[in-house]
């Protein structure tokens, strides 16, 4: 059973510039998450796809920010117009779920962004 | 007041001793809570989830979970240098979601 791939897994870009990220989930994870973490923080939740549905976006998740899951399988995350403080780790997880609250979420390897 | 909170320094731990982090949250409905391990520049590794009030052992991690403190612990029996990382805390806020909210981490160094 493979794990979370996430591509690419580093990412340089210049201030402006749109840059796209690529998760895969752990084959039949039904639902996947996207988080981002900052030096010395522990990860922020940015949103949520059960199948191909986003169910919840965080108000951290700015309008540039655009996410998609459109077979209910791989998702990508867009940023827009990119700005230094968007450099961060940006992480996905995915877990298997029927009902709420007891998901266990397993975390790919993460795509690292800097914003020059 | 923060979701999560991990409010331990760095701790410093010599090779084969116990080492203990503590980690408080906020929502009362919380259902489930986590411990995932961090090394540097990685991405966080699932070590223990617990449930229930009590204890929860796995090899020579044991957690602690008290819901009606609202407190969550992982104990590191024999620390090995191999433990040195950061250990977040995350609690499944529920509300339909699942979103897990992060503490900020505590830093374990065992020291040979």
């Known amino acids: 059973d493979t794990g979370v791939s996430q591509d690419p897994r580093h990412k340089i870009t210049k201030r402006g510039q749109n840059v796209t990220f690529r998760c895969d989930p752990i084959s039949e994870h039904n639902r996947l998450y996207w988080y981002r973490q900052t030096l010395g923080q522990g990860p922020e939740f940015l949103t949520y796809f059960q199948n191909e549905a986003q169910l919840e976006k965080s108000r951290l998740l700015s309008d540039r920010f655009s996410a998609e899951r459109p077979k209910g399988s791989f998702s990508t995350l867009e940023i827009q117009r990119t700005e230094q403080g968007d450099s961060a780790m940006y992480l996905c997880?995915?877990?298997?779920?029927?009902?709420?609250?007891?998901?266990?979420?397993?975390f790919g390897p993460g795509t690292r962004l800097t914003v020059l | 007041q923060k979701e999560v909170e991990q409010n331990s320094g760095p701790l410093s731990v010599p090779e084969g001793a116990i080492a203990s982090l503590n980690c408080t949250y906020s929502?009362?409905?919380?259902?489930?809570f986590f411990w995932y391990r961090q090394y540097s520049g990685k991405s966080p590794e699932l070590i223990m989830s617990i449930y229930s009030n009590g204890d929860k052992e796995d090899g020579r991690f044991t957690a602690q979970l008290n819901k009606a403190s609202q407190y969550v612990s992982l104990l590191i029996r024999d620390s090995q240098p191999s433990d040195s990382a950061t250990y977040l805390c995350?609690?499944?806020?529920?509300?339909?979601?699942?979103?897990?909210?992060f503490g900020k981490g505590n830093q374990v160094v065992v020291i040979p």
């Open positions: 929502d009362r409905v919380s259902q489930s």
């Open positions: 995350a609690v499944n806020m529920g509300y339909g979601n699942n979103r897990l909210a």
């Open positions: 997880a995915s877990s298997y779920g029927i009902g709420g609250g007891t998901d266990t979420q397993y």
